[in-house]
């Protein structure tokens, strides 16, 4: 079992950025895939990114990439994501997850992330 605690959420305005934070339990941390999602209202839980257990592969949604940036820290056992260029359709609840075989295996509670135009 793994506990995920995510932060950093909050207001922003368009054009502005954030990093959220997840912090995971447990020892087994640098042996997980990790990842975020989002989910929008009224919308199905999108992938946004995603980084491999050394941090050495990174992968991101089309509609983020190059503006969203995963990284981790594993002597910290905490995976970031930095969000620079935010737009309204930012606007989302962030969940941070661990990836087995590439699906979502343990999810966070998730953090508001809210872009006004």
């Known amino acids: 079992q793994v506990q995920l605690v995510e932060s950093g959420g909050g207001l922003v305005q368009a054009g502005g950025s954030l990093r959220l934070s997840c912090a995971a339990s447990g020892r087994t941390f640098s042996t997980y895939a990790m990842g975020w999602f989002r989910q929008a209202p009224g919308k199905e839980r999108e992938s946004v990114a995603s980084i491999s257990r050394t941090g050495g592969s990174t992968s991101y949604a089309n509609s983020v990439k190059g503006r969203f940036t995963i990284s981790r820290d594993n002597a910290k056992n905490t995976v970031y994501l930095q969000m620079n260029s935010l737009k309204p359709e930012d606007t989302a609840v962030y969940y941070c997850?661990?990836?087995?075989?590439?699906?979502?295996?343990?999810w966070g509670q998730g953090t508001q992330v809210t872009v006004s135009s």
């Open positions: 997850v661990v990836l087995v075989g590439g699906t979502p295996r343990y």
